[in-house]
């Protein structure tokens, strides 16, 4: 088989292996909980292309030494796929806001995904954890966003915070980065 011809199934399988594995992770949606999943799929899919280019050797195919390659390609396009998922994943899931009071600072989460809400202090807590203050559901109503939380009503107006247990008066939000 002429070089060219094998440049050009390279190409068509690279071509191929960013569509199918970028689709596999756009249809998987993972969540960062299932981040460790990554440790399991590149050695499978260094394995399944040595295999395959096994199998390629064993017929006496001149593609056997494309899938050598590509055991090192595949696990590397795969690898970029995945950390390009998670850019910008908590802005495509949820909606923040930060507030501060005194001297501690807080966070207001909106699920895009449902219709909870969340407020936590984030101030000094060690490893990027929080303390969960307030849970419940959200409703949109034109300009105004209404946190219910049992019996504690809150309001989201023009990015002020209206109701809030802690400082009843309004609160400017900024969004979050």
Partial sequence: MKSKKIIKYGIGILILEVILLGFWTYQMEPDPS????????LPFLFVLNIIIGILFYLFKSKLSNLFFINSIV?????????NLWFMDYHDRISEQF???????????SL????????????????????????FGKYERKIDTIKL???????????????????????IKLAASE
């Fill in 111 to 134: 699920s895009k995904k449902t219709d909870y809400f969340s407020i936590s202090d984030i101030t000094n807590q060690p490893n990027g954890s929080t303390t969960g203050l307030y």
């Fill in 148 to 170: 219910t939380d049992g019996e504690t009503k809150m309001f989201i107006v023009e990015k002020k915070l209206i109701g809030f247990p802690e400082k009843p008066s309004e």
């Fill in 34 to 41: 299932v981040s460790i999943g990554i440790v399991i799929i």
């Fill in 74 to 82: 595949c696990p590397l396009i795969f690898f970029g796929i995945w």
């Fill in 98 to 108: 930060d507030f501060v009071i005194g001297e501690k600072n807080y966070e207001i």
